[in-house]
């Protein structure tokens, strides 16, 4: 009997550490698969093709929005992201918790599409360490950090629509915390729903004198 996977949606202020947790999360538990996204950013030193993202023009990302393609999409400071459809439906369904690493506005069209995905907020222990993570990084120039450091302040409005915050301040707790989260969701009683009906007709068929198989 195979348990359905759980979709679990990661998102945070840029720098927060989403990227880096998801990371050690999969390196520590093998039962997560994340989902590669599409973006039309360019791919930043070190990054491939295939491993942190579908890197695709603004015509190739179009083209997918208009077959369907993706679950959700959004736009983020200037450029397209959007979450592949079919390797998600795929992997739930083999029974893997999907992660993904998705800005606010994809979150809360997931939530839509999937309302039994579990929504998590990864916060920074204070606004200075997410800018000296976010300038640590090396990755993105003054005006780009600002532009992301205002559009953090613009998620922060939604965060109350998630199911859960988990604040990354020391790496190792923040994965352990979002595990547990995970874990937990797996118990609850409307995903073990399977399990019960099959816990009662085991029991229905031992009443009945005939053997357990
Ligand atoms: P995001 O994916 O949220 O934009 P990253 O995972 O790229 O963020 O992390 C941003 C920077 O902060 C990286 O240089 C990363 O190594 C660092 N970082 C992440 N988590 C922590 C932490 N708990 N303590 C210190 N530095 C961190
Ligand atoms: P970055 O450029 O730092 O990799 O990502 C910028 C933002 O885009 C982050 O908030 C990240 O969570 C979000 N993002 C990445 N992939 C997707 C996606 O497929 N859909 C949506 N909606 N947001 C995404």
Redesign the pocket.
Known sequence: MTEKGILIVVS?F???????TIKRLMGKYPRYVFSISATTRSPREGEQHGREYFFLSKEEFEQKISEGRFLEHANYVGNYYGTPRDYVEEQLAAGRDVLL?IEVEGALNVKQVFPEAVLVYLLPPSAKELKR?LS??GTETEDVIKKRMSRSLEESKEIEKYDYVVV????DQ?VEELHGIVSSEHNRTDRKRNFIEHISSELQTYLKGENIK
């Open positions: 945070g840029s720098g927060t550490g989403k990227g880096e690493d993570r640590g990084r990354n301040d020391e790496l923040c």
